[in-house]
Protein backbone atom coordinates (compact mmCIF):
# COMPACT_ATOMS: atom_id res chain seq x y z
CA UNK A 1 0.00 0.00 0.00
CA UNK A 2 1.52 3.67 -0.85
CA UNK A 3 1.84 6.31 1.48
CA UNK A 4 -0.94 8.21 -0.45
CA UNK A 5 -3.31 5.46 -0.22
CA UNK A 6 -2.34 5.01 3.58
CA UNK A 7 -3.23 9.37 3.99
CA UNK A 8 -6.41 8.86 2.23
CA UNK A 9 -7.84 5.66 4.11
CA UNK A 10 -6.08 4.57 7.14
CA UNK A 11 -5.08 8.34 8.57
CA UNK A 12 -8.16 10.08 6.77
CA UNK A 13 -11.21 7.81 6.27
CA UNK A 14 -12.65 9.14 3.52
CA UNK A 15 -15.82 8.22 2.50
CA UNK A 16 -17.30 8.09 -1.61
CA UNK A 17 -19.52 11.38 -1.77
CA UNK A 18 -17.45 13.34 0.44
CA UNK A 19 -15.89 16.44 -0.51
CA UNK A 20 -12.17 16.92 -0.66
CA UNK A 21 -9.96 20.42 -0.56
CA UNK A 22 -6.15 19.56 -1.54
CA UNK A 23 -4.83 22.83 -0.15
CA UNK A 24 -1.23 23.26 -1.30
CA UNK A 25 1.36 25.91 -2.77
CA UNK A 26 3.77 26.48 -5.35
CA UNK A 27 6.43 24.27 -3.62
CA UNK A 28 4.46 21.24 -3.34
CA UNK A 29 2.61 20.76 -6.60
CA UNK A 30 3.55 17.27 -7.46
CA UNK A 31 2.54 15.71 -3.82
CA UNK A 32 -0.89 17.75 -4.16
CA UNK A 33 -1.21 15.86 -7.77
CA UNK A 34 -0.87 12.35 -6.42
CA UNK A 35 -3.33 13.20 -3.34
CA UNK A 36 -5.68 14.53 -5.43
CA UNK A 37 -5.58 11.28 -7.98
CA UNK A 38 -6.08 8.85 -4.79
CA UNK A 39 -8.69 11.02 -3.65
CA UNK A 40 -10.42 10.28 -6.81
CA UNK A 41 -10.46 6.86 -6.43
CA UNK A 42 -12.81 7.22 -3.53
CA UNK A 43 -15.13 10.52 -4.14
CA UNK A 44 -15.86 13.03 -7.38
CA UNK A 45 -15.89 15.82 -5.24
CA UNK A 46 -12.27 16.76 -5.15
CA UNK A 47 -10.60 19.98 -5.51
CA UNK A 48 -7.49 21.15 -5.22
CA UNK A 49 -6.25 25.12 -4.16
CA UNK A 50 -2.77 26.33 -5.13
CA UNK A 51 -1.48 29.57 -2.77
CA UNK A 52 1.79 31.05 -2.78
CA UNK A 53 3.71 29.90 -0.15
CA UNK A 54 3.10 30.85 3.27
CA UNK A 55 6.39 33.31 5.18
CA UNK A 56 7.03 30.93 7.92
CA UNK A 57 4.95 28.32 10.36
CA UNK A 58 1.71 29.80 11.90
CA UNK A 59 1.30 32.73 9.10
CA UNK A 60 -1.91 32.78 9.27
CA UNK A 61 -4.12 31.66 5.55
CA UNK A 62 -6.10 34.12 3.14
CA UNK A 63 -9.84 34.85 4.23
CA UNK A 64 -11.05 33.04 1.07
CA UNK A 65 -9.07 30.02 1.80
CA UNK A 66 -10.34 29.49 5.56
CA UNK A 67 -13.61 29.89 4.20
CA UNK A 68 -13.19 27.27 1.97
CA UNK A 69 -11.84 24.81 4.14
CA UNK A 70 -15.17 24.97 6.30
CA UNK A 71 -16.95 23.72 3.38
CA UNK A 72 -15.87 20.76 2.91
CA UNK A 73 -15.30 17.37 4.78
CA UNK A 74 -11.62 16.76 4.34
CA UNK A 75 -8.99 19.15 3.82
CA UNK A 76 -5.65 17.25 2.94
CA UNK A 77 -2.84 20.24 3.07
CA UNK A 78 0.82 19.35 2.18
CA UNK A 79 2.17 22.83 2.24
CA UNK A 80 5.85 24.39 2.40
CA UNK A 81 5.52 25.84 6.22
CA UNK A 82 2.66 24.56 8.97
CA UNK A 83 -0.99 25.76 9.16
CA UNK A 84 -1.51 23.37 11.79
CA UNK A 85 -1.45 26.50 14.30
CA UNK A 86 -3.73 28.95 12.39
CA UNK A 87 -6.97 30.31 13.18
CA UNK A 88 -8.20 28.88 9.66
CA UNK A 89 -7.03 25.15 10.78
CA UNK A 90 -9.47 25.75 14.18
CA UNK A 91 -12.20 27.56 12.36
CA UNK A 92 -12.33 24.77 9.75
CA UNK A 93 -12.13 21.95 12.98
CA UNK A 94 -15.47 23.85 14.64
CA UNK A 95 -16.92 23.33 11.50
CA UNK A 96 -16.38 19.74 11.30
CA UNK A 97 -13.94 19.63 8.51
CA UNK A 98 -11.68 16.71 9.09
CA UNK A 99 -7.80 18.35 8.25
CA UNK A 100 -4.67 16.61 7.60
CA UNK A 101 -1.68 19.13 8.07
CA UNK A 102 1.57 18.07 6.33
CA UNK A 103 3.89 21.04 6.54
CA UNK A 104 6.94 20.59 4.47
CA UNK A 105 6.23 17.02 3.59
CA UNK A 106 8.47 15.14 1.06
CA UNK A 107 8.28 12.28 -1.39
CA UNK A 108 10.38 10.07 0.71
CA UNK A 109 7.77 10.37 3.63
CA UNK A 110 5.06 8.50 1.78
CA UNK A 111 7.82 5.44 1.70
CA UNK A 112 9.69 5.88 4.85
CA UNK A 113 9.56 6.92 8.17
CA UNK A 114 6.71 7.66 10.03
CA UNK A 115 3.58 6.87 7.35
CA UNK A 116 4.69 3.28 8.20
CA UNK A 117 4.12 3.06 12.01
CA UNK A 118 1.63 1.00 13.61
CA UNK A 119 -1.08 3.40 14.38
CA UNK A 120 -2.63 1.25 16.78
CA UNK A 121 0.61 1.35 18.82
CA UNK A 122 1.00 5.21 17.84
CA UNK A 123 -2.59 5.70 19.36
CA UNK A 124 -2.11 3.61 22.62
CA UNK A 125 1.51 5.73 23.12
CA UNK A 126 0.17 9.18 22.63
CA UNK A 127 -3.26 8.28 24.48
CA UNK A 128 -1.08 7.38 27.66
CA UNK A 129 1.47 10.44 27.46
CA UNK A 130 -1.36 12.72 26.55
CA UNK A 131 -3.24 11.87 29.69
CA UNK A 132 -0.07 12.35 32.08
CA UNK A 133 0.72 15.44 30.29
CA UNK A 134 -3.17 16.59 31.27
CA UNK A 135 -2.39 15.32 34.85
CA UNK A 136 1.13 17.03 35.86
CA UNK A 137 1.57 20.94 36.55
CA UNK A 138 4.71 21.12 35.92
CA UNK A 139 7.11 19.38 33.53
CA UNK A 140 11.14 19.92 33.78
CA UNK A 141 13.49 18.92 31.17
CA UNK A 142 17.32 17.84 31.94
CA UNK A 143 19.93 17.49 29.23
CA UNK A 144 23.59 18.30 29.33
CA UNK A 145 23.70 20.12 32.35
CA UNK A 146 21.06 22.13 31.28
CA UNK A 147 17.59 22.74 33.21
CA UNK A 148 14.17 24.00 31.95
CA UNK A 149 11.63 24.42 34.38
CA UNK A 150 7.73 24.54 33.09
CA UNK A 151 4.31 25.52 34.21
CA UNK A 152 1.55 23.29 33.14
CA UNK A 153 -0.66 24.62 35.20
CA UNK A 154 -4.40 23.18 34.63
CA UNK A 155 -3.73 23.00 30.98
CA UNK A 156 -4.85 19.65 29.01
CA UNK A 157 -2.98 17.59 26.61
CA UNK A 158 -3.31 16.96 23.35
CA UNK A 159 -3.02 13.71 21.82
CA UNK A 160 -1.82 13.60 17.85
CA UNK A 161 -1.59 10.28 16.65
CA UNK A 162 -2.41 11.14 13.20
CA UNK A 163 -5.44 9.22 12.64
CA UNK A 164 -8.82 12.18 12.00
CA UNK A 165 -11.34 9.59 10.88
CA UNK A 166 -14.14 11.73 13.07
CA UNK A 167 -15.97 15.29 12.06
CA UNK A 168 -13.73 18.10 13.19
CA UNK A 169 -10.58 15.79 14.46
CA UNK A 170 -7.38 17.32 13.07
CA UNK A 171 -3.63 17.25 13.06
CA UNK A 172 -0.66 16.45 11.03
CA UNK A 173 0.20 13.75 9.24
CA UNK A 174 2.39 11.97 9.42
CA UNK A 175 1.86 12.10 13.19
CA UNK A 176 2.39 10.71 16.63
CA UNK A 177 2.93 13.03 19.62
CA UNK A 178 1.26 14.11 23.10
CA UNK A 179 1.63 18.15 23.78
CA UNK A 180 0.52 20.78 25.65
CA UNK A 181 0.63 24.72 25.87
CA UNK A 182 2.15 25.67 29.21
CA UNK A 183 1.48 28.66 30.85
CA UNK A 184 2.95 31.61 29.08
CA UNK A 185 4.70 32.91 31.79
CA UNK A 186 6.05 29.96 33.58
CA UNK A 187 8.70 28.51 31.78
CA UNK A 188 12.33 29.27 33.42
CA UNK A 189 15.90 28.12 32.66
CA UNK A 190 18.48 26.56 30.22
CA UNK A 191 17.63 24.01 27.19
CA UNK A 192 19.33 22.26 24.58
CA UNK A 193 17.89 21.54 21.40
CA UNK A 194 20.22 19.93 19.37
CA UNK A 195 18.29 17.60 16.85
CA UNK A 196 16.47 20.08 14.53
CA UNK A 197 14.82 23.56 14.15
CA UNK A 198 12.23 24.90 12.42
CA UNK A 199 13.69 27.98 9.75
CA UNK A 200 17.07 26.22 10.31
CA UNK A 201 16.56 21.94 9.45
CA UNK A 202 19.45 19.88 10.85
CA UNK A 203 21.53 21.47 13.90
CA UNK A 204 25.21 21.05 13.00
CA UNK A 205 25.93 22.88 16.24
CA UNK A 206 23.40 22.64 19.16
CA UNK A 207 21.09 25.92 19.85
CA UNK A 208 21.29 27.19 23.59
CA UNK A 209 18.17 28.64 25.04
CA UNK A 210 17.59 30.63 28.46
CA UNK A 211 14.02 31.29 29.36
CA UNK A 212 12.73 33.67 32.13
CA UNK A 213 9.35 33.65 32.85
CA UNK A 214 7.89 32.49 29.96
CA UNK A 215 10.09 34.11 27.18
CA UNK A 216 13.46 33.80 25.77
CA UNK A 217 16.27 36.13 27.14
CA UNK A 218 19.06 34.84 25.65
CA UNK A 219 19.94 32.41 22.68
CA UNK A 220 23.18 30.88 20.91
CA UNK A 221 23.63 28.92 17.96
CA UNK A 222 21.12 30.46 15.28
CA UNK A 223 23.20 31.80 13.39
CA UNK A 224 20.94 34.99 12.77
CA UNK A 225 18.38 32.61 11.39
CA UNK A 226 15.92 33.20 13.96
CA UNK A 227 15.34 36.34 13.99
CA UNK A 228 11.42 36.92 13.97
CA UNK A 229 11.53 35.28 17.20
CA UNK A 230 12.29 38.88 18.47
CA UNK A 231 10.27 40.59 16.30
CA UNK A 232 7.59 40.37 19.13
CA UNK A 233 6.98 39.51 22.08
CA UNK A 234 4.62 36.96 21.65
CA UNK A 235 6.83 35.38 19.17
CA UNK A 236 9.37 34.58 21.71
CA UNK A 237 7.12 33.25 24.02
CA UNK A 238 7.12 29.62 25.40
CA UNK A 239 4.12 27.96 22.76
CA UNK A 240 4.95 24.05 23.42
CA UNK A 241 5.68 21.18 25.53
CA UNK A 242 5.65 18.22 23.20
CA UNK A 243 6.84 14.16 23.41
CA UNK A 244 7.37 12.43 20.32
CA UNK A 245 5.13 8.95 20.07
CA UNK A 246 6.26 7.21 16.87
CA UNK A 247 8.53 4.54 16.77
CA UNK A 248 8.87 4.71 13.37
CA UNK A 249 9.73 9.03 13.02
CA UNK A 250 13.53 9.63 11.77
CA UNK A 251 15.12 12.67 12.20
CA UNK A 252 15.52 14.38 8.68
CA UNK A 253 15.36 18.15 9.37
CA UNK A 254 11.28 18.18 8.07
CA UNK A 255 9.97 19.06 11.70
CA UNK A 256 6.63 17.49 10.76
CA UNK A 257 8.93 13.85 10.87
CA UNK A 258 11.20 15.00 13.97
CA UNK A 259 9.03 16.20 15.97
CA UNK A 260 7.34 12.79 16.31
CA UNK A 261 10.56 10.94 17.23
CA UNK A 262 9.55 8.42 19.85
CA UNK A 263 12.31 9.42 22.99
CA UNK A 264 12.42 13.20 21.80
CA UNK A 265 10.86 15.71 23.49
CA UNK A 266 10.11 19.36 21.34
CA UNK A 267 9.64 22.60 22.67
CA UNK A 268 8.08 25.65 20.38
CA UNK A 269 7.50 29.22 20.55
CA UNK A 270 5.14 31.82 19.21
CA UNK A 271 1.47 30.85 18.85
CA UNK A 272 -0.59 28.57 20.91
CA UNK A 273 -4.32 29.62 21.03
CA UNK A 274 -5.00 26.50 18.79
CA UNK A 275 -4.32 23.93 21.57
CA UNK A 276 -5.29 25.13 24.52
CA UNK A 277 -3.15 28.57 24.98
CA UNK A 278 -3.43 32.23 25.50
CA UNK A 279 -0.47 33.60 23.08
CA UNK A 280 -1.50 34.37 19.72
CA UNK A 281 1.66 35.56 17.43
CA UNK A 282 2.77 35.14 13.66
CA UNK A 283 4.94 32.15 14.24
CA UNK A 284 5.07 29.07 15.52
CA UNK A 285 8.61 27.37 15.62
CA UNK A 286 9.33 23.95 17.00
CA UNK A 287 13.01 22.81 18.56
CA UNK A 288 13.66 18.94 18.87
CA UNK A 289 15.72 17.80 22.07
CA UNK A 290 17.42 14.25 21.36
CA UNK A 291 18.01 12.06 24.34
CA UNK A 292 16.50 14.32 27.31
CA UNK A 293 15.48 13.38 30.52
CA UNK A 294 11.43 14.31 31.31
CA UNK A 295 9.82 14.47 34.23
CA UNK A 296 5.96 15.35 34.88
CA UNK A 297 5.51 16.62 38.18
CA UNK A 298 8.12 14.39 39.89
CA UNK A 299 7.51 11.24 37.94
CA UNK A 300 10.34 10.17 35.64
CA UNK A 301 8.71 9.66 31.81
CA UNK A 302 11.83 9.51 30.00
CA UNK A 303 15.68 9.07 30.93
CA UNK A 304 18.42 9.92 28.39
CA UNK A 305 15.42 9.40 25.70
CA UNK A 306 14.57 5.76 27.01
CA UNK A 307 11.57 6.30 28.15
CA UNK A 308 10.90 4.46 31.61
CA UNK A 309 7.26 4.56 32.20
CA UNK A 310 5.02 1.19 31.68
CA UNK A 311 2.90 1.43 29.05
Known amino acids: MSGYTKVVNDCMGIKPGESVLVLTDDNKIEI ?15 YVLVMKPRR ?8 QVAEFMKNVDVVLAPTSVSMTHTQAKINAAKAGTRVASMPNITEDMFDEGALNADFDLVIRLTEKLTKMLSEAKSARVEKDGKVLNIDLGDRKGVG ?3 VYRNPGEAGNVPSGEAYIAPLENGTNGEIVIDGSMVSMGLLEEPLYVTMKDGKISDIKGDKGQLGILFESEENHTIAELGIGTNPAARLTGVILEDEKIYGTIHVAFGT ?23 YLDEILVMKDGEVVIEL
Open 272 to 294: NVSFGGENLATCHLDGIVLKPTL
Open 56 to 63: VSGTELPA
Open 32 to 46: AKKLYKEARTITDDV
Open 160 to 162: SPG
